[in-house]
């Protein structure tokens, strides 16, 4: 497994200077996305860039093969039919974009801190999620609750049954020095990182997991 952290650029010229160069990263059924102004939106071509780099390197294609269509699960979970051993998951805030790449299941998340709101966590988290929050010192409890939302993320992702309906059955434990997940139906093991100011979870079918983050530029997948 591996993850790979990409910041957007500071002005959105370079990425429309380079615009044939990116489509060489994108399947035709996303050149639409080359369109796009909001971060949010650029942010998600660039995880569907990132995927189809990674992909190109690790079965060592030739430069002009045409990237491959993303299909999609029932509940929206992205994947490669043509290649189902190249698990991926991508996810974006602010002005950042991680993609995990693993062979088997695999799902991250990442924010940057988010303010514990116990109205929210007391209607979609589980009851002992709620109650170990409530339980911490005021100034603890936007950082527990940043790192239970992203893990609780991560977890749907990667067994890809979204988050509808679903936070509150299970609950993940973060008081001691291992992750521990309850109420789930399948095996999975997490991983927590911190970068600056972001919380990244990775949550996996395996327990390999990455001591560190890869850093990617735009350039270095453009190769410019």
């Known amino acids: 497994?591996?993850?790979?952290?990409?910041?957007?650029?500071?002005?959105?010229?370079?990425?429309l200077a380079n615009n044939e160069r990116i489509k060489h990263y994108l399947h035709v059924d996303d050149y639409g996305l080359l369109a796009v102004k909001n971060n949010s939106q650029i942010l998600s071509m660039l995880g569907k860039v990132i995927v189809q780099y990674l992909l190109g390197k690790q079965y060592a294609m030739q430069n002009n093969i045409s990237p491959f269509p993303f299909a999609y699960t029932k509940n929206g979970k992205p994947y490669i039919e043509k290649y189902p051993n190249f698990c991926f998951n991508i996810s974006h805030t602010k002005e950042w974009v991680v993609v995990a790449v693993a062979d088997v299941p695999v799902g991250v998340d990442i924010e940057m801190l988010r303010l514990y709101k116990p109205e929210v966590v007391k209607r979609f988290f589980h009851k002992d999620e709620y109650a170990f929050l409530e339980g911490l010192p005021a100034h603890l409890r936007d950082v527990s609750f940043t790192r239970l939302w992203t893990l609780k993320e991560s977890y749907v992702k990667c067994i890809g049954t979204g988050i509808a309906n679903n936070f509150d059955k299970f609950a993940i434990s973060i008081n001691s020095t291992a992750i521990e997940i309850k109420g789930n139906d399948i095996p999975v093991f997490f991983k927590q990182h911190k970068y600056d100011e972001l919380f990244v979870s990775v949550c996996s079918f395996?327990?390999?997991?990455?001591?560190?983050?890869?850093?990617l530029t735009i350039e270095e997948i453009l190769g410019k």
Not at 1 to 15: E, F, G, I, V, W
Not at 206 to 215: E, G, K
């Open 206 to 215: 395996s327990n390999i997991f990455p001591d560190d983050i890869i850093l």
């Open 1 to 15: 497994m591996q993850l790979y952290l990409l910041k957007l650029p500071s002005s959105n010229d370079y990425l």
